[in-house]
């Protein structure tokens, strides 16, 4: 059981403390991920518009095969935190070993079907006939590192369980720093070009899979947990993780919506939408902290069968979103006019940016509450839930979304719908935290 603080405010103190133990490093280890696409493009920007061209596509293709597992993380840091609350450690690694295997079964699919079908994928993004030869050649070398990434993932979310959060953080930094240096040294050094890119990635993404699997065999070995696959344990782990695709998938389709909309406004909206919701999403990694932090704190308490712990450090995570979600909409309030410039020096640009970005300054406080019950929720394993009222926020948002070309407003209409969408599943989430359905105690939801 985990021990309850004799009074509210040692209770604050003591949820105070887990939340920032757990959720800095979390945030660490979320920036430094796209630090990989960035330190590529910067190297192979270098080799010409091209191949930064092609290196821009299958970079998309492979981070959309990504995001759309990453309820890898999510439903194994809530499984296997569950386990930590009940005391039982050895469970809790062989559920996170589970997750590992689902991991790589996934992997192995995506590089069989990635393979042959890499140059009909190129053309369907629309690359010129230039850049296609060297996109194919990037994403049928770095398809290879996803069963390492999706392991990375899982890996991920069975330490988010046992509450570490930091060995992510440091394997994350010594990927990006591993990953720059093996580019430097194969595309230049080696002359192997864009292809030099692409191992450099997978070779990186290799080495951090590994460390997380030597990580984790040591805690199997310690506890005594089995390491070999277990069909019904990953059976279990893809079936929980079916509603949190669902979830991400719908999440995936608003965001394409928004940019279909954007980009039917003309050039300068479409540009302006992208320096919207580039800063939308690095707001999104210090929210996402919160909630990462959420996840492991409410399984654990569930899994130790005090519902009134986790009733009371849900409140405490609320009261942190909000106010991340101020400080945060004051921080795009203040640094626009410095912002701005790094994108851009089209003032044209710049006129439509700026009213979107008050939009996106506004809605923080909003995003604050929906990322820290979103975490509460994954973390109590209510996953279908979470695809119900992410489909039902889709369909909210679609219609509105899609008529803004229509009645006018541009894209701070287009931004303003998207604060709608985010205040939608704040009241879904809401609804379903305030109901207390989501609170089932014990090792197994």
Known sequence: MTQAPATPRAARRQHDREIISLAVPAFGALVAEPLFVMADSAIVGHLGTAQLAGLGIASALLMTAVSIFVFLAYATTAAVARRVGAGDLRAAIRQGVDGIWLALLLGAAVVAITLPTAPFLVELFGASDTAAPYATTYLRISVLGIPAMLVVLAATGVLRGLQDTRTPLYVAVAGFVANAALNVGLVYGAGLGIAGSAWGTVIAQCGMATVYLVVVVRGARKHHASLRPDAAGVRASAQAGVPLLVRTLSLRAILMIATAVAAS?????????????????????????????????????????????????????????????????????????????????????KDAALPALLVVALSQPICGVVFILDGVLMGAGDGPYLAWAMVLTLAVFAPVALLVPLFGGGLTALWGAMTLMMTVRMLTLWLRTRSGRWIVTGATR
Do not use: K
């Not at 450090?313 to 626009?336: H, K, N, P, T």
């Open 265 to 349: 406004l003309g050039d300068a909206d479409i540009a302006a939408h992208q320096i919207a919701l580039s800063l939308w999403n690095l707001l999104s990694f210090a929210l996402d902290a919160l909630a990462i932090a959420g996840q492991a704190i409410i399984g654990r308490y569930l899994g130790a069968g005090d519902a009134q712990g986790a009733r009371a450090v849900c409140r405490r995570m609320v009261e942190w979103g909000i106010a991340a979600g101020v400080v945060l909409a004051l921080l795009v309030v203040i640094a626009r006019p410095v912002f701005l410039p790094l994108f851009t020096s089209d003032s044209v640009v």
